[in-house]
């Protein structure tokens, strides 16, 4: 895989998982989310 594709993947996903918290948390006042990667996981 190439670099390009990686970070357009990482990107998609990012944007799919803040549309998909942004419906599911609407009333609660969701502002967004900041994912982060890290030696143990993603955060």
């Known amino acids: 895989m190439s670099t390009r594709t990686h970070f357009i993947r990482s990107a998609i996903q990012r944007v799919e998982i803040d549309e998909f918290l942004s419906k599911e ?3 609660a006042g969701y ?7 890290t ?3 993603t955060t």
Not at 31 to 37: E, F
């Open 39 to 41: 030696a143990l996981g």
């Open 25 to 27: 948390l609407r009333k």
């Open 31 to 37: 502002a967004g989310v900041d994912l982060q990667k």
